[in-house]
T-cell receptor, first 116, second 112 residues
Framework: GAGVSQSPRYKVAKRGQDVALRCDPI?????LFWYQQALGQGPEFLTY????????KSGLPSDRFFAERPEGSVSTLKIQRTQQEDSAVYLC??????????????FGPGTRLTVL | GDSVTQMEGPVTLSEEAFLTINCTYT??????LFWYVQYPGEGLQLLLK?????DKGSNKGFEATYRKETTSFHLEKGSVQVSDSAVYFC???????????FGTGTRLQVTL
């Protein structure tokens, strides 16, 4: 596709459920990032992949959060035993080069997660 | 740690008015600075960037100048349009970490 796509766009989960959020980066992009955007806030970094390697997961808020990118393209962010404080928009971004590509990242539309 | 502070919104302007959105930063390294924009229902898009002091980034009539002495990167546009209504995020990147650090965003509403 032409841009970064994410699915589902909206997800409602009951507290305690597990959820999986998918990101399809731009084809050929080496770097992939996940951010969490709470209502009225800016995006906050969660984790970074270079190809299939997860090089930085310092932003994951707890061990309930897990991300993978097994073949270096599609990535999945999984949240186990969801809590109300997990409600946010989860953004995926990709970039052609390694590292942060100097900050030039292409963002998907996000998945809005609501935990009831 | 790195941080970005933006003026709070919403900012409401009439079409053709002058726009300034203030942004200041704190960084341990020598950052690159960015403005990203989020139009309703769309993902974040890079609007403009500057990578060193005194650089001016510009795009779509928007401008911002990297001011190291005041640690600022204020966004300006001489004449806003209704189509500029969006949320604007200032962000920095230092390269010591691969992530972008964002401000809280400023919502701009332009009316006829």
């Amino acid at each position: 596709g032409a841009g970064v796509s994410q699915s589902p766009r909206y997800k409602v989960a009951k507290r305690g459920q597990d959820v999986a959020l998918r990101c399809d980066p731009i084809s050929g992009h080496v770097s992939l990032f996940w951010y969490q955007q709470a209502l009225g806030q800016g995006p906050e970094f969660l984790t970074y992949f270079q190809n299939e390697a997860q090089l930085d997961k310092s932003g994951l808020p707890s061990d309930r959060f897990f991300a993978e990118r097994p073949e270096g393209s599609v990535s999945t962010l999984k949240i186990q035993r969801t809590q109300q404080e997990d409600s946010a928009v989860y953004l995926c971004a990709s970039s052609l080069r390694t590292g942060g590509a100097g900050g030039e990242q292409f963002f998907g539309p996000g998945t809005r997660l609501t935990v009831l | 740690g790195d941080s970005v502070t933006q003026m709070e919104g919403p900012v409401t302007l009439s079409e053709e008015a002058f726009l300034t959105i203030n942004c200041t930063y704190t960084a341990t390294g020598y950052p690159s600075l960015f403005w990203y924009v989020q139009y309703p229902g769309e993902g974040l898009q890079l609007l403009l960037k500057a990578t060193k002091a005194d650089d001016k980034g510009s795009n779509k009539g928007f401008e911002a100048t990297y001011r190291k002495e005041t640690t600022s990167f204020h966004l300006e546009k001489g004449s806003v349009q209704v189509s500029d209504s969006a949320v604007y995020f200032c962000a920095l990147y230092t390269g010591t970490a691969s992530k972008l650090t964002f401000g809280t965003g400023t919502r701009l509403q332009v009316t006829l």
